[in-house]
């Protein structure tokens, strides 16, 4: 009895509204008829990027008609597989019905559990998290070991960022099924953030082992970009894509070519990859909000901000909040920036009534835009905690930012170390490293970054690519003194 009042506790909140995205997996091999997405070389670039060419399925265009909505949605839960929103809405609702009369059914609580998980992570509402939570430990309660409960649990802490109990709770879950796949991405995000690389290779290496697929190809591309390998990364996600069986996986793995595909300013392929994923799965807000960040560089402002406030209109993430007030700033419109910042701030603390730790995004915002003191207060706390590489890079800006510039270089210099394990080749933290040399008078290696920055990405941020050119402009043209001898004896000690 105590479990089943545990369980119904679960159920009553209306879980109703849009439904989020979620992350199973499929075999291995990629069917000659169905629909392939080729990603082509751009001119200059190995691979990365490309064009995605829609092919017709078969030789008629048609297919088979699909599962329903629940039991595509149930697909997605328990395979690793991304969901459409309304599916997921279905599968939420059948299972909430089911458990009223079976509330000692250990795996449907397990999949409810794992489905607001990915509700609260698609519609950016922390409210579903503690129903999560609920779900997830009464599905424990029924049955331990559970595998499933226990992976559920370390996505769920994944989702609130908090990977030190993600990577306790995977672990577990491994120990429970060493066997069952889906166990090992979420400790591979857990491993990320808490810039433990090496592990997260490890894991993925041990998943490619087990299993092949879409799922695991998109896996393994965010391994290879987190490493600064993009052309593995791009021939990874493409190859997901080809392989996605419907609409919103194959929508999600074109976000995220997007993605690489800005991360290079390439900006005309990001533009088609995210309008793609739109156009597959109109609920697909990471892709809007990508396009936001394209067009604004592309000088197409209002087809710019119109694509914001669509994304935060239904997944209001205070980091969208945080780059529509910067765009609104680099337009000199400074009072609807504000009414940004303020939603930054409103939707951060909602988020944390939902136990999600959104300290990452408010110290960006606090170093930038508010009181840098307190952005490095949040961000050495954040540090001890989860001491990943964009925390490396957010603390040394804030560092800087309040005028603590040393110290600020050596977190800097981290973010950009390639042999820490990280590797990813960032134009923001570039640029961060090279504006504090410049603070420095180190104005050799200020140069050589800004302009490494300005290769990487010359599009990347509304507000910071001018001042980036700017400095550039003042420092001229290297002298003699910046260039090392390179035939001078060194110095004996």
């Known amino acids: 009895m105590e479990n089943s009042a545990a369980g119904n506790s679960a159920l009553e909140t209306d879980a109703s509204k849009d439904a989020p995205e979620n992350v199973p997996g499929t075999p291995g091999r990629r069917p000659r008829n169905r629909r392939r997405v080729l990603i082509a070389s751009v001119a200059g670039c190995a691979v990365l990027g490309g064009v995605l060419v829609l092919l017709p399925w078969g030789q008629g265009g048609t297919r088979a008609p699909g599962p329903a909505p629940g039991a595509q949605a149930l697909a997605a839960v328990t395979a690793g597989v991304p969901a459409a929103l309304p599916d997921l809405a279905v599968l939420i609702d059948e299972r909430e019905r089911h458990l009223r009369a079976h509330p000692g059914d250990a795996r449907s609580w397990a999949v409810l559990g794992a489905a607001y998980v990915e509700q609260g992570r698609r519609t950016a ?40 109990a993600a990577r306790t709770w995977g672990e577990a879950a491994l120990k429970a099924d060493r066997k069952r796949w889906t166990t090992y991405p979420p400790l591979i995000d857990a491993y990320t953030g808490l810039g433990d690389h090496k592990a997260a290779k490890r894991t993925l290496d041990r998943l490619l082992e087990l299993r092949s697929g879409p ?48 991360e290079r300013g390439d900006l005309d392929v990001a533009l088609r990859h995210f309008q793609e994923a739109v156009r597959l799965d109109p609920d697909q807000r990471a892709a809007l909000a990508g396009q936001g960040r394209t067009l604004a560089a592309l000088g197409r402002t209002t087809e710019a901000l119109n694509a914001y406030r669509a994304a935060l209109a239904k997944q209001p993430l205070p980091e969208y909040a945080l780059e529509l007030g910067e765009l609104y700033e680099s337009l000199g419109l400074g009072r609807a920036a504000r009414v940004q910042y303020d ?42 905690r989860q001491p990943g590489v964009a925390v490396a890079d957010a603390l040394g800006w804030a560092l800087h930012r309040s005028g603590e510039h040393k110290e600020a270089l050596k977190f800097a210099r981290l973010a950009n170390d390639q042999k820490r394990g990280g590797g990813v080749r960032s134009a923001l933290y570039v640029y961060h490293q090279g504006m504090i040399e410049l603070e420095l008078r180190m104005s050799g290696a200020a140069r050589r970054h800004l302009q490494e920055a300005l290769r990487i990405n010359p599009h990347f941020s509304p507000t910071r690519v001018p001042l980036a050119e700017a400095t550039l402009k003042e420092l001229g043209e290297p002298s003699v003194e910046d260039v090392p001898d390179m035939d001078a004896e060194p110095k004996r000690r």
Do not use: C, I
């Open 125 to 164: 509402e922390p409210e579903y998290y503690p129903k999560a939570e609920k779900a997830l430990r009464t599905s424990l309660k029924e049955r331990d070991p559970n595998a499933e409960a226990l992976a559920g649990m370390a996505a769920l802490a994944n989702a609130r960022r908090d990977f030190g």
């Open 215 to 262: 799922a695991v190809q998109a896996r393994a591309a965010a391994v290879y970009r987190d490493r600064g390998w993009r052309e593995d990364a791009a021939v990874a996600l493409s190859d997901a894509a080809a392989g996605a069986e419907a609409p919103a996986e194959r929508a999600a793995y074109l976000e995220r070519a997007g993605q690489l595909a800005w």
């Open 343 to 384: 939603l930054l701030r409103e939707r951060a603390a909602r988020a944390a009534a939902g136990g999600v730790d959104d300290e990452l995004v408010l110290g960006h915002f606090e170093a930038d835009h508010g009181d840098p003191e307190s952005a490095v207060q949040r961000l050495r706390t954040e540090w001890r």
